[in-house]
């Protein structure tokens, strides 16, 4: 047996959309109802454990096997839910590298990641059934009674546990001109680990943080009541009706509209209040002290954190459940007493130290995330260190409990996360490339001031506007007012942006006229040239690649048409996928590239790229290569967490601020002359650097 492919269906009294695959398999109750497998892309046989099948002795053994292959859609759950199944200890899986994903397969292929929507996508003769939710919703909660292995409506459940396997198969053959590189499932096993490491958050900070958020939105919600009258003022609905009988009529209650409303003249002091009283109800920071609690394992560590390929046109990472691309900064410099505070519940030693109870507790999100000590024992295994004994392998009737014994030991639980024995440290090491994206750009269109300025250590911003304006910029001195101007057109004028772009960037906001934006595009795009120029010649060279139907080459890139994929080979080798590419006309009347991708209502739908947006995914994607390889290289180091192209690591002894920002710092070998510069801190717990 070379390839085992495989499917389960599970049950837990643990919500598995609010809470995620590893605390779901930790519940008591957690237990496989159906395994599906295929030998070697065989007949595909259900293995009914609810009823008393026991698995074959063939079929057990494989799935630790680590010589045989197991492949399953989005693997990371039945990877989990296999390793618990199997008798593994909490913070300990099977190693990721016996596993390929089939959706990351999909993905990297530009294609829709949810195993209905590609189904359908790539027209599969066997794709998923509809009946799934329903049949899941009627089987997989503990407590009940299940039907008998006969019933219609089981064996529907047994037909669509077959059916996600034959799927998957399907899947992969049709792939099959267009397989993963091994480096790209290399950085896959690398996610995987930090997804099974974990980060330890602050338990109490946490629970408590949800409690004052309950109160003080209770108390806002009844202030509200009074000034309007209106039934639940923390309606947008309702409270629209409310403003629009004051004289003022909305279209939306976002952050941008209400900070706009309260800027204007004359508002009378009841609405200004009601506003301000709507802005910190508007607060998130709860949703993500609800998630963090609702997702933690028993040791105190929340798990699976990261969608590899969760961008699927340029492979960035996406978050799940705790939304760390949008994690609030935190702008206060006594974060220590504020902490003090939550954690001591002293909501009115808060109230009377801060005033707006939200604001804070949203700044305090990110220090929710602390470092563990931690020791070799608790440690997530690597690869094949851990192997098991299978002592009573018939015992395997559709039950969770353990029927192997783990040679290594269970990672010891606390309070704050897990408390190891032999401690090292209780601390993170954070460090940042910096400007990555600007120094990407700047590398691959071949600007040399620009290069020069990166390799000077100077700032972009004012050599961006000194080259704008024709006058020296520096930041606090001379020509200091022109540093903002430069600073937003370097944000927003990179991939083709105009005037619209810097107002989406805020421009207008930072004290900018509206007659100033447009010579801002202008200075920008004649101080850069070579920008502008690597902007059409990757546009003209993917045109003509979908145009003829073949190769063509730009600035390194090779561009290639293949039975209806348009792909862009980056530098680093990996492929950038759009589907059903096809010569199209843009609301201006020029040709241009349509595909069919998700799109911004969140739907598979035809889309439209322009070159600047090719240019877009091409620098978005190096920075994510760049960040892959230096979390390939930061392997041993105890990576915990990722933001954007911000690294945390728990210090280990073994790792140090400076070989962090050293190894961050280092060149892939495929980016000769990119000028890379990271630059990090020591905290106690996760913060703004």
């Not at 410099?333 to 939200?358: I, S, T």
């Not at 260190?385 to 039950?399: E, M, N, R, Y």
Request: charged share 25%; aromatic share 8%.
């Amino acid at each position: 047996m070379k390839n085992l492919f495989i499917d389960l269906e599970t049950a837990s009294s643990v919500d598995l959309a609010k809470a995620g695959v590893y605390r779901y398999a930790e519940a008591e109750d957690f237990n496989i109802l159906l395994l599906a497998a295929s030998v070697d892309g065989g007949e595909v046989t259900v293995y009914d454990l609810a009823h008393g099948d026991v698995l074959p002795m063939e079929i057990l053994s494989a799935l630790t096997d680590k010589t045989v292959v197991k492949w399953a859609y989005n693997c990371n759950f039945e990877r989990v839910c296999l390793s618990r199944f199997l008798g593994y200890p909490v913070g300990n899986y099977i190693p990721p590298e016996q596993f390929r994903c089939v959706m990351t397969w999909g993905g990297t292929c530009g294609l829709p990641m949810s195993l209905e929507a590609i189904s359908e996508v790539m027209h599969l003769r066997q794709g998923k059934l509809d009946t799934g939710k329903a049949l899941i919703r009627k089987f997989c909660k503990p407590g009940i009674k299940l039907p008998g292995r006969a019933d219609p409506d089981w064996q529907m459940f047994c037909d669509y546990n077959r059916r996600d396997v034959e799927a998957e198969m399907e899947i992969c053959q049709k792939l099959a001109p267009w397989p993963v590189p091994e480096f790209v499932w290399q950085e896959f096993f690398d996610s995987e680990r930090i997804n099974d490491r974990g980060i330890a958050i602050d338990k109490k900070l946490v629970r408590n943080a949800i409690r004052m958020s309950e109160a003080v939105t209770a108390d806002l919600i009844e202030q509200m009541e009074k000034l309007t009258g209106l039934q639940n003022p923390n309606s947008v609905s309702q409270l629209k009706w409310w403003l629009q009988q004051q004289g003022i009529s909305v279209s939306s209650l976002g952050k941008k509209d209400v900070e706009a409303l309260l800027k204007r003249k004359n508002l009378s002091d009841v609405v200004a209040e009601v506003l301000r009283l709507r802005q910190q109800l508007s607060k998130s920071s709860v949703k993500k002290y609800q998630a963090m609690e609702a997702s933690v394992n028993a040791d105190g560590r929340v798990r699976g954190m990261f969608q590899f390929y969760g961008a699927n046109r340029t492979g960035r990472f996406a978050s799940k459940r705790i939304q760390l691309q949008n994690l609030p900064k935190n702008h206060m410099e006594d974060l220590d007493e504020a902490r003090a505070l939550v954690k001591a519940g002293d909501l009115k030693a808060l109230q009377q130290r801060y005033g707006d109870v939200q604001d804070v507790l949203s700044q305090l999100v990110r220090t929710a995330f602390i470092p563990a000590a931690r020791s070799q024992s608790s440690k997530v295994a690597r690869r094949d260190d851990i192997s098991l004994d299978f002592t009573v392998p018939s015992a395997l009737k559709g039950t969770s409990k353990s029927v192997a014994s783990a040679k290594s030991k269970p990672s010891p639980s606390g309070e704050g996360g897990p408390l190891a024995v032999d401690e090292v440290s209780s601390q993170f090491l954070v460090a940042d490339e910096s400007s990555i994206e600007a120094r990407v750009l700047s590398w691959l269109a071949g600007e040399q001031w620009r290069i020069k300025a990166f390799a000077a250590g100077k700032d972009i911003y004012c050599e961006s506007a000194s080259k704008m304006f024709h006058v020296p910029v520096e930041k606090n001195g001379v020509n200091a007012h022109l540093r903002p101007k430069g600073k937003v057109a370097e944000l927003a004028l990179g991939y083709q942006g105009g005037v619209g772009a810097l107002k989406k960037m805020g421009a207008l906001e930072m004290g900018l006229a509206e007659s100033e934006l447009q010579p801002i595009v202008d200075a920008w795009r004649a101080a850069n040239p070579r920008i502008v120029k690597f902007w059409y010649d990757i546009g003209d060279a993917a045109l003509n690649a979908v145009i003829y139907r073949g190769e063509t080459q730009s600035h390194g890139f090779r561009f290639l048409w293949e039975k209806g994929f348009l792909f862009i080979e980056l530098l680093s080798g990996r492929r950038l996928a759009y589907y059903g590419a096809r010569l199209g006309t843009n609301r201006f009347g020029s040709d241009c590239i349509t595909y069919y991708g998700i799109g911004p209502t969140k739907k598979w739908e035809k889309l439209e790229t322009s070159p600047g947006k090719l240019v877009e995914n091409i620098v978005q994607a190096t920075a994510r290569d760049v960040l892959c390889y230096a979390l390939g290289n930061l392997e041993d180091a105890s990576v915990v967490m990722h933001v954007h192209d911000e690294i945390i690591c728990e210090a280990d002894g073994s790792m140090t601020l400076e070989k962090l920002c050293e190894v961050m710092g280092q060149t892939p070998p495929w980016a000769p002359g990119l000028l890379l510069k990271a630059e990090g801190d020591k905290m106690p717990y996760y913060k703004k650097t």
